[in-house]
């Protein structure tokens, strides 16, 4: 089946730490792109990519980074600099990135401080 | 800026009711008009999108929303409601750019 994965489910990060999540896609999609969820917040993006080798910054891309070596894959690394890390992140991709298109969305990963 | 506004934080409706979830953008031109829903710890699913045509859209699982230009309106409806309906809906605008902007969303609660 297509779709996209995300892992860990679940994850902890210490502090100084940087932690890195995971987000595959088997659906041939050009673009992808990196959502943090808070409670009564809704969806703000960090950031998206629309080629291999390319991404751009989101609203909130401060003290995240990404890479796209890949089509199928782009991982998010929350690096010690993102002082408050603890949400729920999602990935998702679109066929080619504009604005018009479906989202197809991973199951997310909780991230939380210890 | 484009925005987004989803007024009611929570809604709770009793299983077979009629249900009507607000959604008001702030878009100059003719927006591209999205609703997704949540289930808790899962990724958004679409239910259904407008982008021009009939202003009466229908969705799955027996969704439909209508596109009111005169009030920027995009309200979700379901003439009866399941409890399995039970979950979180989000509202979201393309922004004329290549980005998405979603709403704070509508947590649904559905009593038997």
Redesign the interface.
Same mark, same amino acid.
């Given at each position: 089946d297509g779709g996209?994965t995300?892992s860990p489910k679940y994850l902890f990060r210490k502090e100084g730490q940087n932690v890195t999540l995971s987000c595959e896609q088997n659906l041939n999609h050009d *673009?992808m792109y990196w /959502?943090r969820q808070d409670p =009564?917040? $809704? %969806?703000? %993006?960090i950031y /998206?990519s629309?080629i291999v080798n390319d991404f751009q910054k $989101?609203d909130i891309a401060e003290g995240y980074s990404v890479s796209r070596e890949k089509k199928e894959s782009f991982p998010l690394t929350v690096t010690s600099a993102q002082k408050n890390p603890t949400a729920f992140y %999602?990935c *998702?991709s679109s066929l080619r =990135?504009? *604005?018009?298109e479906? %989202?197809f969305? =991973?199951? $997310?990963t909780?991230l939380s401080v210890l | 800026a484009q925005s987004v506004t989803q007024p009611d934080?929570h809604i709770t409706v009793s299983e077979g009711a009629s249900l009507e979830l607000r959604c008001n953008y702030s878009y100059g031109a003719t927006p591209?008009l999205?609703w997704?829903v949540q289930s808790p710890?899962?990724?958004?699913?679409?239910l259904l999108?407008y982008?021009s045509g009939d202003t009466l859209v229908q969705g799955i699982k027996g969704f439909e929303a209508e596109f009111k230009r005169s009030q920027s309106s995009f309200n979700l409806r379901k003439p009866s409601v399941h409890w399995s309906d039970a979950a979180e809906y989000?509202c979201a605008v393309?922004?004329?750019?290549?980005?998405?902007i979603?709403?704070?969303?509508t947590r649904l609660q559905v009593f038997p």
């Open positions: 996209i995300q *673009a /959502y =009564g917040q $809704g %969806l703000r %993006l /998206y629309q $989101g %999602l *998702a =990135g504009t *604005a018009n479906k %989202l969305f =991973g199951s $997310g909780q | 934080i591209y999205f997704y710890g899962q990724g958004l699913q679409l999108k982008f989000f393309g922004d004329g750019t290549d980005k998405l979603f709403g704070t969303g």
